[in-house]
């Protein structure tokens, strides 16, 4: 890969949060330990990769700091230049003095992504590895962790590139029958590139699907718990969190706003909304609370409906049809307050359709099943490797891939000559090559790099 010119610059930053007791700078270059053994108390020079010196740091005769140095030396570090990580005191006035001296010295304070931007230039990751870094490090639960790290170390995008590269190999084939179009002959084997094409579509089509789950794991999954006033959605919330964190009270329509809050279960991060009770009210204020509760519940993955007495079957039908939810949702009716009522003809009566589960907010009672369902609803646990698609953009253009694979497929059915075939499945190879990096733009990349924290 052709690497651009910004690489003859040595860059530095800081790469560890303030406050720690411990710092750590990065610099990435071809002037990084030259630069370094400025400053530092001990030659370099000569110091081979993957070595650990100790000594001081100093700007001039002042001394700065005992620090440890470590040095990569190139093709075989992070970036794929020779790099150097310096280990100081966390002190702020200790960080920006060695980092404004390593920029005297003639190093450029680094970009946000741009140690991952270069390591992606030398051919350390490919694109899709190099954005799962990012994940990496926003990851706040198990579940998201995982994706993350089974992403960056390659994940479905070295399936794909593979499946990419036997396409390529049948394109050219595809290409040379248009050379030679006037002798009516054909190079690349119709059904080898048919099965090829199916195989690639199942393989886009499933990663595509995997999106729904990827992209609530990576999130948080929304959970909103819904119901009329005084159901005891406010207990529940307090219940599952652990504290008082909403207000609860015998007087209808408390809770005017929604309120969030997240918890980890079986390594899965849960984003639980208690929304207004859902009725019919004549106060301006409650109404628009409740008007924002139907919002949060359209956008929920969870519906949690909680019913707190013996409805009649049409009463809790109407309910349920209130809440509108879609295909792409999953109702959970929960009968609270199970100490007070039975609950065992509505939990006959509702079965065969919803998950239900009889619980007790105030006491806990029933809470325990309500979680393993909850995880069981989603389908993905702590210990589980299957790759899914986190990432908005490789899922767009999984979808866009799928559309082309789907008329070339068509057009090598009807026999639809090569020029028109090789366009189709020129454009597969485009979008397949965007999620790895081996097509890509400079705008591009600078929108992913920019999400990046300084020093990554």
Same mark, same amino acid.
């Given at each position: %890969?052709?690497?651009?010119?910004?690489?003859?610059?040595?860059?530095?930053?800081?790469?560890?949060?303030?406050?720690?007791?411990?710092?750590?700078?990065?610099? =990435?270059?071809?002037?990084? #330990?030259?630069? &370094?053994?400025?400053?530092?108390?001990?030659?370099?020079?000569?110091?081979?990769?993957?070595?650990?010196?100790?000594?001081?740091?100093?700007?001039?005769?002042?001394?700065?700091?005992?620090?440890?140095?470590?040095?990569?030396?190139?093709?075989?570090?992070?970036?794929?230049?020779? %790099?150097?990580?310096?280990?100081?005191?966390?002190?702020?006035?200790?960080?920006?003095?060695?980092?404004?001296?390593?920029?005297?010295?003639?190093? $450029?304070?680094?970009?946000?992504?741009?140690?991952?931007?270069?390591?992606?230039?030398?051919?350390?990751?490919?694109?899709?590895?190099?954005?799962?870094?990012?994940?990496?490090?926003? =990851?706040?639960?198990?579940?998201?962790?995982?994706?993350?790290?089974?992403? %960056?170390?390659?994940?479905?995008?070295?399936?794909?590139?593979?499946?990419?590269?036997?396409?390529?190999?049948?394109?050219?084939?595809?290409?040379?029958?248009?050379?030679?179009?006037?002798?009516?002959?054909?190079?690349?084997?119709?059904?080898?590139?048919?099965?090829?094409? /199916?195989?690639?579509?199942?393989?886009?089509?499933?990663?595509?699907?995997?999106?729904?789950?990827?992209?609530?794991?990576?999130?948080? $999954?929304?959970?909103?718990?819904? +119901?009329?006033?005084?159901?005891?959605?406010?207990?529940?919330?307090?219940?599952?969190?652990?504290?008082?964190?909403?207000?609860?009270?015998?007087?209808? +329509?408390?809770?005017?706003?929604?309120?969030? /809050? &997240?918890?980890?279960?079986?390594?899965?991060?849960?984003?639980?909304?208690?929304?207004?009770?859902?009725?019919?009210?004549?106060?301006?204020?409650?109404?628009?609370?409740? /008007?924002?509760?139907?919002?949060?519940?359209?956008?929920?993955?969870?519906?949690?409906?909680?019913?707190?007495?013996?409805?009649?079957?049409?009463?809790? /039908?109407?309910?349920?049809?209130?809440?509108? $939810?879609?295909?792409?949702?999953?109702?959970?009716?929960?009968?609270?307050?199970?100490?007070?009522?039975?609950?065992?003809?509505?939990?006959?009566?509702?079965?065969?359709?919803?998950?239900?589960?009889?619980?007790?907010?105030?006491?806990?009672?029933?809470?325990?099943?309500?979680?393993?369902?909850?995880?069981?609803?989603?389908?993905? +646990? *702590?210990?589980?490797?299957?790759?899914? #698609?986190?990432?908005?953009?490789?899922?767009?253009?999984?979808?866009?891939? *799928?559309?082309?694979?789907?008329?070339?497929?068509?057009?090598?059915?009807?026999?639809?000559?090569?020029?028109?075939?090789?366009?189709?499945?020129?454009? $597969?190879?485009?979008?397949?090559?965007?999620?790895?990096?081996?097509? &890509?733009?400079?705008?591009?990349?600078?929108?992913?790099? *920019?999400?990046?924290?300084?020093?990554?």
């Amino acid at each position: %890969m052709q690497i651009d010119t910004s690489q003859t610059t040595t860059i530095a930053a800081l790469a560890t949060g303030h406050g720690g007791a411990i710092a750590l700078l990065r610099l =990435s270059g071809p002037d990084a #330990v030259s630069i &370094t053994e400025t400053i530092f108390s001990k030659p370099l020079a000569q110091a081979s990769g993957y070595t650990v010196h100790f000594g001081t740091i100093s700007d001039g005769e002042r001394l700065l700091d005992e620090v440890l140095v470590t040095l990569f030396r190139a093709p075989h570090s992070y970036t794929g230049e020779d %790099m150097v990580e310096i280990s100081c005191h966390g002190s702020d006035y200790i960080v920006q003095e060695i980092l404004a001296l390593l920029i005297r010295r003639g190093a $450029v304070p680094a970009a946000a992504g741009e140690f991952t931007r270069r390591a992606f230039l030398n051919g350390k990751l490919d694109l899709s590895q190099a954005e799962a870094v990012a994940d990496l490090i926003a =990851s706040e639960s198990a579940s998201a962790h995982r994706i993350a790290l089974n992403q %960056m170390r390659g994940g479905y995008a070295a399936k794909l590139t593979t499946l990419r590269a036997k396409l390529l190999h049948i394109t050219s084939l595809l290409e040379l029958e248009l050379d030679f179009s006037e002798e009516d002959v054909e190079f690349a084997d119709r059904s080898e590139l048919r099965c090829l094409l /199916e195989e690639i579509l199942e393989r886009c089509q499933s990663l595509a699907a995997s999106f729904r789950t990827g992209n609530v794991l990576k999130n948080g $999954v929304p959970v909103a718990i819904a +119901g009329a006033p005084n159901a005891g959605k406010s207990t529940l919330l307090n219940r599952l969190i652990g504290e008082e964190r909403a207000i609860v009270s015998d007087i209808a +329509g408390t809770t005017r706003d929604f309120i969030e /809050e &997240t918890i980890t279960l079986s390594g899965i991060r849960f984003r639980f909304i208690d929304t207004a009770g859902l009725r019919h009210t004549d106060d301006t204020v409650e109404a628009l609370g409740i /008007e924002r509760a139907r919002e949060r519940i359209r956008r929920a993955r969870i519906v949690l409906l909680l019913i707190a007495e013996p409805l009649s079957q049409e009463a809790v /039908e109407e309910q349920i049809q209130s809440l509108a $939810v879609t295909d792409d949702q999953q109702l959970i009716v929960l009968l609270n307050k199970r100490d007070l009522w039975d609950t065992t003809p509505l939990e006959e009566y509702l079965q065969s359709r919803y998950p239900v589960v009889s619980i007790s907010a105030r006491s806990g009672d029933g809470l325990d099943s309500l979680k393993a369902l909850l995880v069981s609803t989603i389908g993905y +646990g *702590s210990d589980d490797d299957a790759l899914v #698609v986190s990432n908005i953009r490789h899922y767009e253009a999984l979808i866009q891939a *799928s559309e082309s694979l789907q008329r070339a497929i068509s057009a090598v059915h009807s026999g639809i000559s090569a020029d028109l075939v090789s366009e189709e499945v020129r454009q $597969v190879l485009h979008h397949l090559g965007t999620i790895t990096g081996e097509i &890509t733009t400079d705008e591009v990349l600078c929108s992913i790099f *920019s999400k990046f924290c300084i020093g990554k």
